[in-house]
C-alpha cells in the first residue's frame, strides 16, 4: 500500500510540475522555402520571411487605427476607407496590408474579424472586443 500511495503521489507531483496554464497561440504562417516558387512573386496563404517586418509595421498601424479610433469600436470599417486612412498607396503597402488581413483572419483573439464578401474578398474589418 506505501508503495502504490508513494507512486500516486510521485504522479501527483509530476503533473503539478508540469501544469501550465493554457495560453492562446497566436499564427504567424511563415513561408519556407518549399512554399515559395520563383514564378509566384505574390504568397496569400504565408508571409515570406524578408516580408514580415513590413508586414509589422503596417499591421501595428491597422490595430491602431481600429483599436484606437471610435469608428471602428463595435462597427464595420469598408477596406478601401481603412486602406485610405493607413496610406496604403504602392503595391508593397498594399502587399502588406493583405498579409495584415490574413493574420487578423488567422487570430481571432486579437479582436478583430475581418468580413468577406460574395467573392470571398475582404470587404470590411469590425471591431468585436466587448
Not at 29 to 34: I, K, L
Not at 58 to 65: D, F, I, N, R
Not at 110 to 130: F, I, P, T
Request: proline share 5%; aromatic share 8%; with cysteine.
Amino acid at each position: 500500500i506505501m508503495l502504490f500511495a508513494a507512486l500516486f503521489f510521485t504522479f501527483l507531483g509530476y503533473q503539478y510540475i508540469n501544469l501550465r496554464a493554457e495560453q492562446p497561440q497566436q499564427r504567424i504562417p511563415m513561408c519556407t522555402a518549399a512554399s515559395i516558387t520563383q514564378e509566384t512573386e505574390v504568397v496569400t496563404n504565408c508571409i515570406p520571411g524578408p516580408q514580415l517586418k513590413g508586414t509589422i509595421q503596417v499591421l501595428e498601424k491597422l490595430l491602431k487605427a481600429c483599436k484606437g479610433s471610435q469608428s471602428c469600436k463595435k462597427q464595420t470599417l469598408p477596406i478601401p476607407e481603412l486602406r485610405e486612412a493607413l496610406d496604403i498607396k504602392d503595391e508593397v503597402q498594399d502587399r502588406y496590408f493583405n498579409y495584415s488581413l490574413m493574420l487578423l483572419k488567422n487570430n481571432p483573439d486579437w479582436n478583430l474579424k475581418v468580413l468577406m464578401d460574395a467573392n470571398q474578398e475582404a470587404s470590411h474589418v469590425v471591431n468585436v472586443e466587448s
